[in-house]
């Protein structure tokens, strides 16, 4: 069988499989309604615990329970579904079991995927591992990367560093449209990113980490952050440790997280400078590179940023800059009479030590400002960030209400009770 006709099944059977599972679960629940009159809140309490049911829905029909009895319908209750996704999910601190009851399925869907996108295109664990990088270093790890520029929005995706360059938006599409299914506005997009950037180096052979989650997404981004934040290939060892020192990472992640050149590639009007300019160069190496990437033109050509393993997450990558065979100037910049010469000698001849520092610096980076709590918002797409704004009102003449949703945050602007917010128009 034909490798994308496989993917293609497998990507087809699991979203089957989710929209099943979901359909089901909303059959059990529009049962309880035909049950069950607005007025009985007593029997809505007492089918609560039905079999079909599992626990970690427990709370959404309690939020029916209460919506039908006040408002009489269950259009009430969907609309109020949004308002839970938003309660449900809010918490002030990251934590590897976050959604543990709210959508335990989530880290399998995104091995799932992984499995399947590295399988087909190894080059994209490196390229996810540098989109979350790409994330977190620009005002935190909140997927603002991930947003897409509009007449009325400016993202990051054409920042210098990111225009032409950044991969896997895609994929990480694919892993929110899969969990959108099972658990609807429950994950961000910040920690889905977060878990594939880990799964994509585990796949290629490298090492694994917990990763703390809860991350919300921001409703804005910074092109101009991503301009000023992300080191460039150009880069100086002083630049480099000034860049992540202002993320809270030491040198020692610094150098630890530069190993991830050890996947992935390059493009040509990155690395031409030093190639052609730099002394601290093997000359065989560079004279190699030049056949792909001329003294102009030729701007997007690839080179592997690690010749000897492109597609396996090792050591060789200090291998290399012990040999002046680095890619980019801000690699061999840490080896090179510097701070990092014996930290790289170290990791060059022993990669438990690299994989272990690796995996520490990463859970570090993906701890940058993440939004939490009532902060940001969890997407429904991940291109997108979304607003709401809804208008409540009862039958009551003296009773007027709005309720503004966005950004994860609720304002009630009302002197009615809650109860009667219930009825929404």
């Not at 079991?97 to 590295?118: D, E, G, K, W």
């Amino acid at each position: 069988m034909k490798p994308w006709l496989a993917s293609g099944l497998l990507m087809s059977g699991s979203a089957l499989l989710l929209r099943l599972h979901v359909t089901v679960k909303l059959r059990a629940i529009m049962e309880l309604d035909s049950a069950c009159s607005s007025e009985q809140l007593a029997c809505h309490y007492k089918y609560r615990s039905i079999s079909s049911l599992p626990s970690h829905l427990d709370s959404i029909l309690r939020l029916y329970t209460y919506s039908v009895a006040m408002a009489g319908s269950v259009e009430s209750f969907l609309k109020l579904c949004c308002l839970f996704c938003l309660v449900a999910t809010s918490s002030g601190q990251l934590s590897p079991a976050f959604y543990s009851r709210t959508c335990p399925t989530l880290q399998t869907i995104v091995s799932l995927t992984m499995r399947t996108t590295v399988l087909l295109d190894p080059r994209m664990g490196a390229s996810l591992l540098r989109l979350f990088f790409h994330d977190c270093f620009v005002n935190g790890c909140d997927a603002s990367v991930l947003l897409d520029d509009t007449a009325t929005f400016t993202g990051e995706k054409n920042a210098g560093p990111n225009a032409n360059s950044l991969r896997g938006f895609d994929v990480i599409d694919t892993i929110k449209t899969a969990v959108e299914l099972l658990c609807p506005g429950t994950v961000s997009c910040a920690d889905i990113l977060a878990l594939a950037a880990r799964d994509g180096v585990a796949l290629l052979g490298g090492p694994s980490w917990t990763v703390a989650l809860g991350r919300r997404d921001a409703t804005t981004a910074s092109q101009s952050a991503a301009n000023s934040n992300l080191p460039g290939p150009g880069s100086s060892l002083s630049q480099l440790i000034a860049a992540f020192a202002a993320k809270g990472l030491n040198a020692r992640d610094m150098t630890a997280l530069s190993g991830a050149h050890t996947i992935g590639q390059a493009r040509c009007v990155n690395f031409r400078s030093h190639i052609y300019n730099d002394a601290n160069v093997d000359a065989g190496f560079a004279s190699q590179r030049q056949r792909n990437c001329p003294s102009s033109g030729g701007d997007n050509n690839l080179a592997p940023l690690d010749v000897q393993t492109p597609n396996t997450f090792d050591n060789a990558y200090f291998r290399n800059l012990i040999a002046f065979r680095g890619l980019l100037h801000s690699d061999q910049e840490l080896f090179n009479n510097g701070t990092q010469d014996a930290l790289v000698q170290q990791y060059s001849t022993n990669a438990g030590a690299f994989a272990a520092d690796f995996a520490a610096a990463m859970v570090r980076m993906g701890n940058i400002s993440p939004l939490t709590g009532s902060s940001g918002e969890i997407r429904s797409a991940c291109r997108r960030p979304w607003r709401f704004l809804w208008k409540a009102s009862s039958n009551s003449a003296a009773s007027s209400a709005s309720w503004l949703l966005q950004g994860g945050s609720c304002r009630l602007r009302s002197t009615v009770g809650r109860a009667q917010l219930c009825r929404l128009s």
